[in-house]
């Protein structure tokens, strides 16, 4: 058995295969149609719909579409999930240090009770304590900024021939 801190030195494996010009270039489209639409929104209806950890959401989307944190359920249940917790955390127990690390691990915990993990969703907690965010961030943007990013990728995912989005919904 290794000591604690060889374990530090890693397994040695190999790196992962690198991604090619044509998956590099058609996740970068997703990901630019799909912030482009929710920001394009957020500017014309002058309601927020644009929330920081989207940008990872896309990276998952448009770049690992066949991830199980890139399905449908992970991806809205996961932001959902995790922004309500922050909010309870945040509006009940109160802006303190702990409170915002409570909500963290607790969102995590919940997520992986309801196997609806959605990494980028993990920073949501954060952000709400962060903005001080209202209750009504669990709808805007937070709810319809996460279904509007799945529609995007449903829609633009399945253009790829190779390629069937989602793998599953529920």
């Known amino acids: 058995m290794k000591s604690y801190f060889q374990k530090f030195r890693g397994e040695h494996a190999p790196l992962a295969a690198r991604t090619g010009i044509k998956e590099i270039a058609f996740a970068w489209g997703g990901g630019f149609i799909a ?66 690390a409570l909500a963290l691990a607790t969102a995590i915990a919940v997520m992986l009770a309801t196997n609806t993990v959605h990494p980028p969703a993990g920073s949501n907690p954060i952000i709400v304590f962060l903005l001080g965010a209202p209750w009504s961030f669990l709808i805007t943007p937070t709810l319809i900024g996460a279904v509007i990013l799945v529609i995007v990728a449903l829609f633009y995912l399945n253009f790829k021939k190779s390629l069937i989005y989602p793998s599953y919904w529920v």
């Not at 912030?35 to 989207?54: E, K, M, N, Y």
């Not at 449908?72 to 915002?100: A, E, K, Q, Y």
Request: with cysteine; hydrophobic share 55%.
């Open 35 to 100: 912030i482009a639409l929710i920001g394009f929104l957020t500017h014309s209806l002058q309601h927020p719909l644009v929330l920081g950890s989207f940008g990872a959401s896309c990276v998952l989307l448009f770049g690992f579409p066949k991830s199980p944190f890139s399905q449908p359920r992970n991806v809205v249940f996961g932001h959902f999930i995790s922004t309500l917790i922050g909010l309870i955390f945040f509006h009940i127990i109160g802006d303190m240090w702990w409170s915002m």
